[in-house]
C-alpha cells in the first residue's frame, strides 16, 4: 500500500504563484509514475500533470506553460509549481500514483491523496 498526503494549497490572487507537494509513504517502491489531478465543483476530475520515474512529463493544455511537475524520488515526493494563476484553476487538486508502465487516465492510477483546495481570486 502507497499512502499520499499533498500539502501547499491555499488562496492566492490571480498572476500569483503556489507549489503543491505530495509525499508518499509506504511501499513506494511499486510506484512507476505520480501525477496531479484536479476536480472543480461540478465538474469532472481532469488531468493537470504526470511524471514518470524516469522525468518524462505530460501536461493538460490549460496548463502548459504555467505548471510544472517535478519529483524528487530520493524524498518520494512530487511536486507541482503553479504560476500565473487563473481563477479557472480553482479546483481541488489530488496527487495520485500509479504502479504501471504507462497511465493515461485516471482510472490506471492506483493511489490518491485527500486532496488540497487551491482557490484563485480575480
Known amino acids: 500500500q502507497v499512502q499520499l498526503v499533498e500539502f501547499g494549497g491555499g488562496l492566492v490572487q490571480a498572476g500569483g504563484s503556489l507549489r503543491l507537494s505530495c509525499a508518499a509513504s509506504?511501499?513506494?517502491?511499486?510506484?512507476?509514475?505520480m501525477g496531479w489531478y484536479r476536480q472543480a465543483p461540478g465538474e469532472e476530475r481532469e488531468l493537470v500533470a504526470t511524471?514518470?520515474?524516469?522525468?518524462?512529463?505530460n501536461y493538460a493544455d490549460s496548463v502548459k506553460g504555467r505548471f510544472t511537475i517535478s519529483r524528487d524520488n530520493a524524498k518520494n515526493t512530487v511536486y507541482l509549481q503553479m504560476s500565473s494563476l487563473k481563477p479557472e484553476d480553482t479546483a481541488t487538486y489530488y496527487c495520485?500514483?500509479?504502479?504501471?508502465?504507462?497511465?493515461?487516465?485516471?482510472?490506471?492510477?492506483?493511489?490518491w491523496g485527500q486532496g488540497t483546495q487551491v482557490t484563485v481570486s480575480s
Open positions: 495520485a500514483a500509479t504502479t504501471r508502465t504507462v497511465a493515461s487516465f485516471s482510472s490506471q492510477y492506483d493511489y
Open positions: 509506504g511501499d513506494t517502491i511499486c510506484i512507476s509514475g
Open positions: 511524471i514518470t520515474n524516469g522525468g518524462n512529463t
